[in-house]
């Protein structure tokens, strides 16, 4: 990277707000001026409908009077201070910082600084530019020199110049500048006396003789360079007062988080992220949730207990009271496994993490777990320990392991390849799911509660007191909140964090079965489930409003399932033996496609459109 030149390591001159005020004129950095003031704006100009250019009047506004032209048009006038809005004011100065640093990093550098000559108010003090630009372009000694301005916490100051320290320490390692190194360490690092242990970590990298040992010893991915530079001034920002530097990107951020916000209210959002529409709100329709049957598998010849569908969303594998495992692809719709084996109903079934395996579980008297290879279709090992029948199973993310329940008041943790029990918790368990990442493995048990267990310490570190029994429990993506259904007809969400119920959701009826839901939908914001009464229920997340009630199935609905990968399919399986899959309406196919981009997709309609009964607001 090419080196700043000098002038742009040097403070530059204030720029200067100036008004009238009794006929004197004053200075004033950033800061509105009191009193008697008048200011003038210079001409908009734009061009009018024969083309030619055209000129607005000039805004005047002066305690004195009032240019009836800008009365009242909701506009900011070049002598207010703040812009009203009907959440509050916006102040100006900030405003104007805001959108100069934006122009700034758009690379239209002259009209900042137009912007900036014409406001009076500079996106950020000479201190915080200097500093800024000695922090990019590696100019330590510069930006020790200038701590001293940027109104920092003096207990805060040893930690930000060790911050400093430290990556000029790296960068140093990293060119194999070791004398350099071992100064900056001795003399510059330990006389601040601040993180001793850290110390000690960093004079062991000089041992090290490989670039790559440093930077992973180190955690430090990106190396010397702009971006590591870049991350280590963003670190550094959060001790400076915005005043003196503004966070990067910060108008960007502001629109990513209305954006966001918009997202959440929308009740039927479902597109994936894609570019942001700024001149408009955001607003989605209902075509944009699965709410017409698009097929219909047929093959089980008793009721249907249980689907899912693979990692990949290709497969879709559904178990039922009539003993055997059916594996479909979701693509062509055709049948492409029939497992047998069990010797009763099966109610359960998870996907290894590759998609090479399914397990299954045997309830009433089949006490067993099966495993069964997706290719051939084959059984490739038993599971027997549990004394009841097993309700749930779920994966490690390792593929090497599984947890499994029962209503034999046991939760076993097993070793594939040995097929041996590693682990046993004491509990009876309705369902249970272990979160992404591994960590965690959450059991709805039969007392009522949901305990939190720690896969690694094998403790139980929370526990969740539900109101009624739980049936099924679903983890988000995010691991941080779960989602119950209850036999009281309703639907809970919990975050596990703050151990509160944060959503309830009511109209699906369930009481005698085991009637399971879960997250579905771009950015999981909508609770999808299945119903006693024949139909499926889906409500959005976060409003808990109910969006659609649908109905095809001619028995009631025992488990709902969200494609993976598609956000405009789920599956449902029914006590009427049918397996189907839902999506958008034949008037909406292409517009479908289209955001759908890569996902995959599913067969073509093949028993006609199915009415729904939907809700619409």
Known sequence: MDDLAPEDLRPRKKARLVTTAMGDTNGNHGRSVQGVTSTVTDAVSDAGPDGERRKCKRAKSSSMGEDPENADNGNINAGDDFLEGPNGTLDKTELVRL????????????????????????????????????????????????????EINTKKLPKVKFMIFEQKFLELLEHRELKPAFHCLREELAPLEYDTQKLHQLSGLLM??????????????????????????????????????????????????????????????????????????????????????THSFEGHMDEVWYLRFSHSGRLLASVSKDATLLIWDVVTGE????????????????????????????????????????????????FRSHKDGVTSCAWCPDGKRFVSGSTDHRVLLWDVSTRTVLHSWRTRASDLAITNDGKYLFVACYTRKVQMIDLESMAVVASLDETASITSLSVSRSGEEILLSLSSSEAHVWNVRTRQMTHKYHGHRQ???????????????????GSEDNAIYLWHRQTQTLLATLRAHEQPVNCVAWHPSNPEMFASASDDGTVRLWGVGADDADTASAQAGDAVQGPSRTNGVVVTDSTSL
């Open 99 to 150: 959108v100069t640093q934006t122009i700034k990093n758009l690379g239209f550098k002259e009209s900042a600084e137009r912007l900036e000559q014409e406001s009076g108010i500079i996106c950020e003090p000479p201190s915080g530019v200097t500093f800024r630009n000695a922090v990019l372009r590696a100019r330590w000694t510069i930006a020790i020199e200038m701590l001293d301005d940027l």
């Open 208 to 293: 090290l003789s490989s670039v790559e040992d440093i930077k992973a010893d180190a955690n430090w991915p990106h190396g010397a360079g702009l971006q590591s530079r870049s991350l280590l001034l963003r670190a550094i920002q959060e001790f400076v007062p915005t005043s003196v530097m503004i966070p990067d990107g910060r108008l960007s951020q502001l629109m990513h988080q209305a954006w966001e916000n918009q997202c959440q209210k929308c009740l039927y959002h479902n597109v994936s992220p894609g570019s942001i529409e700024l001149l408009k709100d955001h607003q989605c329709t209902q075509n944009r949730i699965p709410r017409h049957v």
């Open 335 to 382: 049948k492409v496994i029939e497992s047998t084996g069990h010797t009763d109903a099966i109610c359960y079934v998870a996907w290894k993490p590759d998609d090479t395996q399914v397990l299954t579980c045997g309830s009433d008297d089949d006490h067993s777990l099966k495993l069964w290879d997706v290719r051939s279709g084959g059984c490739v090992a038993t």
């Open 511 to 529: 009481g005698r079965y085991a009637i399971r839901s879960c997250f579905g939908g771009v950015g999981e914001c909508f609770i999808v489930s």
